[in-house]
């Protein structure tokens, strides 16, 4: 088989509108799993050290911090897939999130409770490396975020 030659594909490339293109596929979710994506890439795999600031750049630590508040603003917005995204951060540590698995299992249960299924999965494991008295304080959490923000909770 021939493969179209590059001109063509440039060509064909000028007239798509991805982010039609992503919203007629039922991709509302995209833009959030290529944040994610971005995010991973820039702080990389490797050894995690104390200091969350240990970026090359000032350019990389702005790039993650912009991203992380723009999935915080999805997730205050009720974005169940951004809120489980968040709890993610926190349970990982990514910078620019320390570890907090009080504040990680708050943002899953959320995004649970909104209907999300990974993050239905993904309790039982954030609980597992919980005890019974951060549990408590994360499901006060829990309360305490739903009542300052309404929004936190989709009411579909």
């Given at each position: 088989m021939i493969s179209p030659s590059p001109r063509w594909k440039t060509n064909?490339?000028?007239?798509?509108?991805?982010k039609s293109l992503l919203n007629q596929a039922g991709c509302r979710h995209m833009k959030y799993i290529?944040?994610?994506i971005a995010l991973v890439a820039l702080v990389g795999c490797g050894k995690k050290t104390k200091k969350p600031n240990n970026y090359e750049s000032k350019k990389d630590s702005a790039l993650l911090q912009q991203l992380?508040?723009?999935?915080?603003?999805?997730?205050?917005a009720g974005d169940k897939?951004?809120?489980?995204?968040?709890g993610g951060m926190y349970f990982f540590g990514e910078y620019p999130k320390e570890r907090d698995l009080v504040t990680a299992y708050a943002w899953t249960y959320?995004?649970?409770s909104n209907?999300?299924?990974?993050?239905?999965?993904?309790?039982p494991i954030i609980a597992k490396s919980m005890t019974t008295n951060q549990i408590a304080k994360a499901e006060?959490?829990?309360k305490?975020?739903?009542?300052?923000?309404?929004?936190?909770?989709n009411k579909e």
């Open positions: 064909i490339m000028k007239n798509i509108d991805v290529l944040l994610m992380a508040e723009n999935l915080e603003d999805s997730a205050a897939f951004a809120q489980h995204q968040v959320i995004s649970a209907g999300w299924s990974v993050a239905e999965d993904s309790m006060e959490l829990v305490e975020m739903v009542k300052k923000n309404p929004k936190l909770l």
